[in-house]
């Protein structure tokens, strides 16, 4: 069955610093595969998705991530956090085969300013 | 860019009463529809599948009896909430596909249903 993990349930950092979020997934097939984040009794807002070709994807908000096949992982990443960043951070997989969305249990992003 | 519509944001209803969530895609056609469900603090588990015009496919251990989903047109699908009681308060959240767009889900804003 696909499933996605994220090792860290709660990150914080300093605002100014790097972020890099962690996202793993099993799945037999190359995935579609997303990154969402959801501020606080709002809705997800995509950040950026992968379907093929280049592996380096750059989303909105100055947020990148790098698919990694031989890993499968999809791990998020940003130069410089804003304070505006904390929120809630969601990997998720498609399945293609039934097009539904799986999503990982999430990071919670705290910044210090 | 595609936007999908969720009404209401927020509801209070009593328990033993029923509860209609809308979603809404506002420009685009959306075949497909999701239904999430979020409990405080965690993630989202798909709920259903819902599909213009068929039946809903649901997720093992979803009561569709009691989470009955209606897609009568490629705009809107329905989740009502049916004899809602207090372990049923929840956020839901919708979403949809928008396949112009070259793939990717837009969701919704979600529902914060609190059943009394």
């Known amino acids: 069955a696909q499933s996605v993990t994220q090792p860290d349930i709660h990150i914080t950092v300093s605002e100014g610093a790097s972020l890099e979020l962690r996202c793993n997934y099993s799945?037999?097939?190359?995935?579609?595969l997303f990154w969402y984040v959801q501020s606080p009794g709002q809705g997800l807002q995509l950040l950026l998705k992968?379907?093929?070709?280049?592996?380096l994807v750059q989303g909105i908000k100055g947020f990148e991530a790098e698919f990694k096949r031989s890993q499968s992982s999809f791990n998020l990443r940003k130069p410089s956090v804003h304070w505006s960043d904390a929120a809630e951070y969601f990997c998720?997989?498609?399945?293609?085969?039934?097009?539904?969305?799986?999503f990982g249990p999430g990071t919670s992003l705290s910044v210090i300013p | 860019g595609a936007v999908v519509s969720q009404h209401p944001s927020w509801v209070i209803c009593k328990s033993g009463t029923s509860v209609k969530i809308e979603c809404r895609s506002l420009?685009?056609?959306?075949?497909?529809m999701f239904w999430y469900r979020q409990f405080p603090k965690q993630s989202l588990m798909l709920m259903a599948t819902?599909?213009?015009?068929?039946?809903?496919?649901?997720e093992q251990g979803v009561e569709k009896d009691k989470f009955l989903i209606n897609h009568a047109s490629l705009t809107l699908s329905t989740l009502t909430v049916t004899s809602a009681h207090p372990e049923d308060s929840s956020f839901y959240i919708c979403?949809?596909?928008?396949?112009?767009?070259?793939?990717?889900?837009?969701f919704g804003s979600g529902t914060r249903l609190t059943v009394v």
């Open positions: 979403s949809a596909r928008d396949r112009g767009d070259g793939g990717g889900y837009t």
């Open positions: 799945y037999g097939a190359t995935p579609y």
């Open positions: 992968y379907f093929s070709g280049d592996t």
């Open positions: 998720a997989v498609g399945v293609t085969s039934y097009d539904k969305v799986i």
């Open positions: 420009d685009f056609q959306a075949t497909t």
């Open positions: 819902s599909n213009e015009g068929s039946k809903a496919t649901y």
